[in-house]
């Protein structure tokens, strides 16, 4: 088997919202999404694809004349993200979006608010006319400040308030409610801050608006965002003297439950597996072990893989069988003596590990390392 070639991590030239999210939690995380080639050892969560869809009803809602056409707005925009899914190598498994968790639920949310919230094609916002220009006005507009160092493409911006569109928003009696809320008042400052520095007028508000129609607002005060904007340039430049200087990936990664759980990006974070046990903030099992044998089910697709368990995220019984489809988590193609990562498996009552459409199961020696500069340095696996 011929091993990935390394992805090396490269200085940022701007950060971003979204960038600034995964840099407060962990260097390496941050340069990982903006690393093109990482992405092919994403599985990501067809969750956020519908925040992407409601996000374009909503839109499309704001045209005159556009309610008749709602339904085909979300069909065109679900139908590209699965032909986008088909052609990944992790994400083929969510090929069929009715199959997406809460697919039909937040349909139904998203075209009713749409429709309910669609002003008469006569209706202008006055005011938003009078304080921003035009193009600096809609959907995904396109911001730039810190001398281009920062950017950021609201959902939409009317000129007065900056809307982001969720899926959903946390429960308040999850544990990490808090931490989910907070960095969707992070982020809604930091848009402000960068439609401040970019047109000369602040935001007068902001908010986060679910697909069930369930709002949370972010109180927009201005030296906040400029604060907000400060640690976010500060916090780039330091990363990025770190990856000049050839740093070692493992010393960019910041290992805590906080940062892991919730990480895309873990199946190819060596410091990640060199560091478990992690706590997890969630139920997952994610572990790392040896293959002791790989036996095939009759129909071709079924296959099941024992393992004996190295170490875990949390207390899981030292030896797993795991059953796998081909056809869902690909052909694990391993033998006696390969050590593989499993992520985001199902654990049982008795220890066991179960996996399903969201399980991620690799041989480690055919992930690619991941180093910093031409000559950078990762850790020895």
Same mark, same amino acid.
């Given at each position: 088997?011929?091993k990935?070639e390394?992805?090396?991590?490269?200085?940022i030239?701007?950060?971003s919202?979204?960038?600034?999210?995964d840099?407060?939690?962990?260097?390496?995380?941050s340069?990982?999404?903006?690393?093109?080639?990482?992405q092919?050892?994403?599985?990501?969560?067809p969750?956020?694809?519908?925040?992407?869809?409601?996000?374009r009803v909503m839109?499309?809602?704001?045209?005159?004349?556009?309610?008749?056409?709602?339904?085909?707005?979300?069909?065109?925009?679900?139908?590209?993200?699965?032909?986008?899914?088909?052609?990944?190598?992790l994400?083929?498994?969510f090929?069929?979006?009715?199959?997406?968790?809460?697919?039909f639920?937040?349909?139904?949310?998203?075209?009713?608010?749409?429709?309910?919230?669609?002003?008469?094609?006569?209706v202008?916002? @006055? %005011?938003?006319?009078?304080?921003?220009?035009? @193009?600096?006005?809609?959907?995904?507009?396109?911001f730039e400040?810190?001398?281009?160092?920062l950017?950021?493409?609201?959902d939409y911006?009317?000129?007065i308030?900056?809307?982001?569109?969720?899926?959903?928003?946390?429960?308040?009696?999850?544990?990490?409610?808090?931490?989910?809320?907070?960095?969707?008042?992070?982020?809604?400052?930091?848009?402000?801050?960068?439609?401040?520095?970019?047109?000369?007028?602040?935001?007068?508000?902001?908010?986060?608006?679910?697909? @069930?129609?369930?709002?949370l607002?972010?109180p927009?005060?201005?030296?906040?965002?400029?604060q907000?904007a400060?640690?976010?340039?500060s916090?780039?430049?330091?990363?990025?003297?770190?990856?000049?200087?050839?740093?070692?990936?493992?010393?960019?990664?910041?290992?805590?439950?906080?940062?892991?759980?919730?990480?895309?990006?873990?199946?190819i974070?060596?410091a990640?597996?060199?560091?478990?046990?992690?706590?997890?903030?969630?139920?997952?099992?994610?572990?790392?072990?040896?293959?002791?044998?790989?036996?095939?089910?009759?129909?071709?697709?079924?296959?099941?893989?024992?393992?004996?368990v190295?170490?875990?995220? %949390?207390?899981?019984?030292?030896k797993?069988?795991?059953?796998?489809?081909?056809?869902?988590h690909?052909d694990?193609?391993?033998?006696?003596g390969?050590?593989?990562?499993?992520?985001?498996?199902r654990?049982?009552?008795?220890?066991?590990?179960?996996?399903?459409?969201?399980t991620?199961?690799?041989?480690?020696?055919g992930?690619?390392?991941?180093?910093?500069?031409?000559?950078?340095?990762?850790?020895?696996?």
């Open positions: 088997m011929t990935p390394a992805i090396v991590l490269g200085t030239d701007r950060t919202p979204s960038m600034w999210a840099m407060r939690l962990c260097g390496l995380r340069l990982l999404a903006s690393a093109p080639r990482a092919d050892w994403v599985l990501h969560d969750r956020a694809w519908l925040g992407t869809a409601f996000h839109s499309a809602a704001r045209i005159p004349g556009a309610l008749n056409s709602l339904e085909s707005v979300w069909k065109k925009t679900v139908d590209e993200l699965a032909t986008q899914a088909a052609h990944h190598p994400d083929r498994r090929t069929s979006p009715e199959k997406w968790p809460s697919y639920i937040v349909k139904q949310r998203a075209l009713a608010l749409a429709a309910a919230n669609s002003p008469p094609a006569s202008v916002t @006055s %005011q938003a006319r009078a304080v921003t220009l035009p @193009s600096q006005r809609g959907s995904e507009r396109r400040a810190r001398a281009g160092k950017v950021g493409r609201p911006f009317d000129g308030t900056i809307t982001e569109y969720k899926s959903s928003l946390p429960n308040r009696e999850w544990r990490i409610a808090p931490i989910i809320i907070e960095g969707f008042q992070r982020q809604l400052r930091l848009y402000a801050a960068i439609i401040g520095e970019t047109t000369g007028n602040y935001p007068d508000a902001a908010r986060v608006v679910a697909a @069930s129609g369930e709002t607002a972010v927009i005060e201005r030296t906040a965002c400029t907000e400060d640690a976010a340039m916090a780039m430049d330091s990363l990025n003297s770190l990856v000049a200087a050839n740093t070692p990936v493992d010393q960019l990664a910041v290992v805590s439950p906080e940062s892991c759980s919730r990480c895309f990006y873990k199946l974070c060596d990640f597996w060199q560091s478990l046990p992690v706590s997890s903030t969630t139920s997952d099992g994610t572990f790392v072990g040896f293959v002791k044998s790989v036996e095939s089910g009759a129909d071709g697709d079924l296959y099941s893989v024992d393992l004996d190295k170490a875990s995220n %949390q207390k899981i019984a030292p797993q069988r795991i059953v796998l489809r081909k056809s869902i690909g694990l193609n391993a033998s006696a390969d050590e593989c990562r499993v992520i985001d498996g654990v049982g009552a008795d220890g066991r590990i179960r996996a399903d459409i969201s991620v199961v690799s041989k480690t020696a992930l690619p390392l991941v180093v910093t500069g031409a000559r950078g340095t990762a850790l020895t696996r």
